[in-house]
């Protein structure tokens, strides 16, 4: 695929929430296809967790500890979906702080990525018992009611996934199972209406919607679901 990094640049400049880090950090919000963005991401996965960490990213954080205060409680094994891992500090913390926080029982976690350069870094960090490419856009790879935990982080924003794949994400929970993902605060004030229709075609509860560090000085709003 010929990709035209400066054409998608001049396309948001400055991102979605007014800051970007990097060229390619702008070129990730503003892909128009699956393909682009995965592109973006070939070219990233080099610098990605470096340029993250030296700008504070949050976020992985953030939906941790909602998904901790989330399972206050929950005793025996899991099987987690970490949903668009890219390369793996989401998993990685939730997994540590899981075991730490004094939860009985084994965590068994998937990630999925679109990127497989990414998901090579992921690999690295032997925390994942499962990875996979996977367009979160297309029909996904699992059986119905598989998980009993989603966590996800970087997802729903411009260039990436929108509300209409919640239905087929959401399906993968277990009866009572758990989402916890980030949405970039003007996505979802852009597109509050289609977050909430595909909810109600998801049967999943919003238990939680709050707005936590993200990235830098951006913020993203947390929302934690159940299913029902």
């Known amino acids: 695929i010929f990709f035209r990094l400066d054409t998608i640049m001049t396309a948001l400049g400055t991102g979605c929430d007014g800051w970007?880090?990097?060229?390619?950090?702008?070129?990730?919000?503003?892909?128009?296809?699956?393909?682009?963005?995965?592109?973006?991401?070939?070219?990233?996965?080099?610098?990605?967790?470096?340029?993250?960490?030296?700008?504070?990213?949050?976020?992985?954080?953030?939906?941790?500890?909602?998904?901790?205060?989330?399972?206050?409680?929950?005793?025996?094994?899991?099987?987690?979906?970490?949903?668009?891992?890219?390369?793996?500090?989401?998993?990685?913390?939730?997994?540590?702080?899981?075991?730490?926080?004094?939860?009985?029982?084994?965590?068994?976690?998937?990630?999925?990525?679109?990127s497989p350069e990414m998901l090579e870094v992921a690999a690295q960090k032997?925390?994942?018992d499962e990875l996979q490419v996977v367009n979160l856009q297309a029909a996904l790879p699992f059986e119905a009611a598989s998980f009993d935990l989603i966590i996800s982080a970087g997802v729903f924003l411009p260039g990436h996934c929108g509300p209409e794949i919640l239905p087929g994400l959401l399906a993968l929970l277990k009866d009572?199972?758990?989402?916890?993902?980030?949405?970039?605060?003007?996505?979802?004030?852009?597109?509050?209406?289609?977050f909430h229709k595909h909810l109600a075609l998801s049967g999943c509860k919003l238990q939680g919607l709050t707005l936590m560090p993200y990235y830098g000085a951006i913020e993203a709003y947390v929302m934690i679901l159940k299913k029902l």
């Open 176 to 194: 009572h199972g758990t989402a916890v993902t980030t949405i970039r605060k003007s996505f979802y004030t852009e597109l509050e209406g289609e």
């Open 126 to 128: 032997k925390c994942y």
């Open 20 to 114: 970007v880090s990097s060229d390619l950090h702008s070129a990730s919000e503003a892909a128009g296809s699956p393909e682009e963005l995965q592109q973006v991401y070939k070219q990233w996965s080099v610098t990605y967790e470096r340029e993250m960490l030296a700008n504070d990213l949050h976020s992985y954080k953030s939906v941790t500890h909602a998904a901790l205060d989330a399972l206050d409680g929950t005793t025996g094994d899991l099987r987690v979906m970490d949903a668009g891992c890219g390369t793996g500090l989401l998993g990685q913390f939730f997994k540590s702080q899981y075991a730490s926080n004094g939860q009985s029982g084994t965590v068994r976690l998937t990630g999925v990525d679109l």
